[in-house]
């Protein structure tokens, strides 16, 4: 059974940087694809990035591209979303999920993933 805790969330000022934690376990991250998805207020829930495990690829919504940045550890068993130039827009609670289907592909769609953690969250604000 996949695990998977968040960490990382607080309150930044617009132009900040904040790096988020998906630590992982129950699987290595060999076996797993890892998206990060965010739900704001009122808001359906939306696919940010992911990484996936069976392509090496990596993806991003259009609206934070550039600004974001998916990485993977796997020492710790752990993937980052380290987040720059921070928009009060991109004030959310944000979610890191994990695909154990193979082929393990990076993808957006959330029907792909099958364990989410609890979520953190994410406050832009001056």
């Known amino acids: 059974q996949v695990q998977i805790v968040e960490s990382g969330g607080g309150l930044v000022q617009p132009g900040g940087s904040l790096r988020l934690s998906c630590e992982v376990s129950?699987?290595?991250?060999?076996?797993?694809?890892i998206g990060w998805f965010r739900q704001a207020p009122g808001k359906e829930r939306e696919g940010v990035s992911c990484?996936?495990?069976?392509?090496?690829?990596?993806l991003y919504a259009d609206s934070v591209k550039a600004r974001f940045t998916i990485s993977r550890d796997y020492a710790k068993n752990t993937v980052y979303l380290q987040m720059n130039s921070l928009k009060p827009e991109d004030t959310a609670v944000y979610y890191c999920?994990?695909?154990?289907?193979?082929?393990?592909?990076?993808?957006?769609?959330?029907?792909?993933?099958?364990?989410w953690g609890q979520g953190t969250q994410v406050t832009v604000s001056s």
């Open positions: 990484s996936g495990s069976g392509d090496a690829r990596t």
């Open positions: 999920a994990a695909d154990q289907s193979y082929p393990l592909i990076a993808t957006l769609r959330e029907d792909r993933y099958d364990y």
């Open positions: 129950g699987s290595t991250l060999n076996e797993v694809a």
